[in-house]
């Protein structure tokens, strides 16, 4: 063993290491003389991160950042360290993977709610082949065979109209354009059955009256 081949292997030993930090060093120099200033943290912070995840693994040394914003470091085995990072790897991917699927399906969500929104209440029942005739309103009357509906399938036809008439509004509403006014003319009729209940008792009223008169 001699002094030279000391220095040699003094050499060997620290040049994968000072190759990492100079190599660092011109990154970290080169982001902040030509970087963008609004994004200048993040962007040093992303680079430290990526020396600690990716680079300093490989030369066997583990770097953990502390609570406290400090670090502490230690020789570790260059084989357990890639296996973590294969499989910290694999973990981000599928965050991201699963990120992306929940973002699709929330806009999926929004479009199929949005074309909801747009379908007119007096369209809403012609496009199916349940029905055969409709009223003014868009309401179904009569079923694909030519039948009056039954009062139940009416209540229900109307129920959904009412629903839609309120989602169609508001998205009339919002993009600035006026509401359909069904609404303002079912609130002056007032509700179903009340026209004629009222004639009834307008009759029954004017029946009661007529043997006083007499």
Not at 151 to 163: I, N
Request: proline share 6%.
């Amino acid at each position: 063993f001699t002094a030279d081949s000391g220095a040699v292997n003094v050499e060997e030993t620290l040049l994968p290491y000072i190759n990492v930090f100079s190599e660092f060093r011109e990154r970290v120099r080169t982001t902040t003389l030509t970087g963008d200033p609004a994004t200048l943290k993040r962007t040093i912070l992303a680079q430290c991160d990526d020396v600690r995840d990716s680079i300093l693994p490989n030369l066997g040394v583990r770097l953990e950042d502390r609570p406290d914003n400090t670090s502490i470091w230690k020789f570790e085995d260059p084989a357990v360290l890639k296996l973590e990072m294969q499989r910290k790897k694999e973990a981000a991917e599928e965050a991201a993977r699963e990120q992306a699927r929940r973002k699709a399906a929330l806009e999926e969500k929004q479009r199929l709610a949005l074309e909801k929104a747009m379908q007119s209440p007096v369209d809403m029942f012609k496009s199916s082949d349940e029905f055969s005739e409709w009223d003014d309103k868009g309401l179904p009357t009569k079923d694909k065979e030519g039948k009056e509906l039954s009062a139940g399938a009416r209540k229900k036809a109307q129920k959904g109209w009412e629903t839609q008439l309120k989602i169609h509004n508001e998205y009339l509403v919002k993009s600035g354009k006026e509401p359909l006014p069904f609404a303002a003319q079912q609130q002056r009729r007032g509700p179903p059955g009340a026209e004629s209940a009222a004639a009834e008792a307008s009759t029954s009223s004017s029946d009661a009256a007529a043997p006083a008169a007499a």
